[in-house]
């Protein structure tokens, strides 16, 4: 097999006791060694750990995940040290090197960050280490959070061009329901990308239905979230696949075919680094509304946006800013950097371009999102 680029993501719930809140040691110990046999079977590996909140509270003697933000961060500068120092430790003595890297979604905003952090995972791949990456949850601002590290380990894996994503949990795959509340609920062995957006919606819904997003108290996002990155994964052309944390050694099996957990198929890599840093590194601002002619324009025909075929506007952003474009029903479609304010473009919608010199009072761009900046989904 070639060599593969893999992102492993693990949560609270696989790495500490639902009950007790201790480590448990020995999937620690087993997701280490099967990530230093992926290594030396040549592939490079990122791992995507959380856990720094639950370890946290199990060093400070904490029963339950803080509330207040505050005391989450303070909780999660005290876990992510000892995180980390049992990472190097297990991995140590397989004289794997690991790296710390700690990320807060502003650093993937900025392309120059955003170009920084890829040039930082490149070089740590390069040299055989395995980054180990969270959340910088001490210092990150709810406005500029991931909220939850499944998203985050898509982001890392479009970021790194990785072959495949695994999000390792507490159950072995995904089902139509929560397996916890609904006995009859039924496994699903392999999504479509065009089954996905409904698949969330339709899981979504049962989840709120439930108590809490996650299966134990310390996880955080349940099936949602990891939906939601299986939909970012998939369209950065990564495979993405839903198992069990507790038996990391079947990580291999799954990278030869054989199937545990939930696969979800990837599209084709066709997007390049800028345009996957549009449609994922930025968050969007607003949303833009279209016509069904212009929906055609550019997703089928890969045209640029015109002023035209813009229906409506909502949120607040600036020139230069990250949208969302919708179709008719509030669909997502396309994001792209638009080249007028939303004020600007709630004058010249509907209107044709070369009218927007008259509309506005200066020569701007003759299209709203240019094609070079505007991505489909
Ligand atoms: N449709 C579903 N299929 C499988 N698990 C589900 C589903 N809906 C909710 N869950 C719950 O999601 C939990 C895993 O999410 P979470 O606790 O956030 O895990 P992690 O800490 O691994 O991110 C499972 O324990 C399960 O109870
Ligand atoms: N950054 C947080 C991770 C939060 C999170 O997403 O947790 P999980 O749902 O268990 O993957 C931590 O380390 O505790």
């Known amino acids: 097999m070639q060599p593969q680029i893999i992102v492993i993501k693990i949560g609270t719930s696989s790495l500490s006791d639902p009950e007790s809140g201790d480590l448990q040691l020995a999937t620690i110990a087993k997701l280490v060694e099967a990530i230093v046999h992926l290594r030396r079977e040549g592939h ?11 370890i946290g509270c199990g060093r400070l003697g904490l029963k339950q995940r803080p509330r207040k933000i505050s005391k989450k961060q303070a909780v999660a500068a005290v876990g992510q040290g000892r995180l ?25 905003i900025q392309r120059q960050h955003y170009m920084n952090v890829h040039a930082t995972f490149h070089e740590l791949l390069e040299m055989g280490v395995v980054p180990i990456v969270n959340e910088n949850d001490t210092v990150a601002v709810d406005e500029l959070k991931f909220g939850d590290n499944d998203t985050l380990s898509a982001l890392v894996a479009s970021l790194v061009e990785a072959d495949w994503l695994f999000l390792l949990t507490d159950v072995d795959r995904l089902y139509s329901d929560d397996p916890r509340q609904n006995p009859e609920a039924k496994p699903i062995e392999f999504v479509e990308y065009s089954e996905l957006q409904e698949l969330r919606q339709a899981i979504g819904e049962k989840q709120a239905l439930g108590a809490q997003g996650g299966g134990t108290q ?7 979230t990891k939906l939601d990155a299986a939909r970012i994964a998939s369209a950065a052309g990564v495979r993405t696949v839903i198992t069990r944390g507790a038996f990391p050694d079947r990580l291999s099996a799954i990278l030869r075919g054989e199937n545990f957990g939930t696969q979800f198929a990837a599209q084709p890599k066709t997007v390049n680094a800028r345009k996957r840093w549009i449609a994922y590194g ?3 601002l607003g949303k833009l509304f279209l016509d069904d002619g212009a929906v055609q324009a550019v997703i089928r025909k890969g045209r640029s946006l015109l002023p035209a075929g813009i229906t409506q506007v909502e ?7 990250s949208v ?13 950097i638009s080249n007028y304010s939303s004020s600007d473009i709630l004058r010249i919608l509907g209107s044709q371009s070369e009218d927007i010199p008259k509309l506005l009072g200066f020569d ?5 999102i240019h094609r070079d900046n505007l991505v489909r989904l």
């Open 218 to 224: 310390w996880g955080t996002g349940g099936m949602t």
């Open 44 to 54: 490079s590996v990122v791992l995507v750990s959380s856990g720094a909140v639950g």
């Open 324 to 336: 969302s474009l919708c179709d008719r029903d509030g669909k997502e479609v396309a994001r792209g």
């Open 315 to 321: 949120g607040k952003f600036d020139a230069n800013e």
């Open 282 to 284: 930025m968050v969007p």
């Open 84 to 108: 980390i120092r049992i990472y190097d430790d297990f991995f140590g003595s397989l004289q794997q090197p690991v790296a710390q890297v700690l990320l807060t979604r502003g650093n993937l």
């Open 364 to 368: 701007g761009e003759e299209t709203v």
